[in-house]
């Protein structure tokens, strides 16, 4: 189904562990629009300090899964800027976007900074 409307608002909503995005909006004929997106996936960066070996942090990333990171969904690396320099990263993807800050957190002392971004 296709709608042309006005956007109002977006927001996310957190429900069983995972991230909604909402949309609200008002179409030509003043009738209010919700639209849901269940399919967002919150996610941050880590980025690695120099020198330091990727497949040693995504191993331990992964090692520490099942007991420290339930909610990590994916990992995947890639190559960002910071500050305007060429970085080695890893996108860490994650179910709840309310652990974000718990992970970053002990993921810390691996890397060198960790970026933010969430819905």
Request: net charge positive; charged share 35%.
């Amino acid at each position: 189904m296709k709608t042309v409307f006005w956007l109002l608002d977006i927001n996310y909503e957190v429900r069983k562990h995972k991230p909604e995005v909402w949309i609200w909006g008002i179409d030509d004929e003043a009738q209010r629009v919700l639209i849901i997106d269940r399919n967002f996936l919150s996610y941050f960066y880590l980025i690695l300090k120099e020198g330091q070996d990727a497949k040693r942090v995504i191993e331990s990333i992964k090692a520490r899964k099942t007991e420290e990171f339930p909610a990590v969904l994916e990992t995947e690396q890639v190559k960002r800027k910071y500050f305007g320099k060429p970085v080695d990263a890893f996108r860490v993807f994650c179910q709840d976007p309310d652990v974000i800050a718990k992970y970053t957190k002990a993921m810390t002392p691996r890397a060198r900074k960790i970026e933010i971004q969430r819905a």
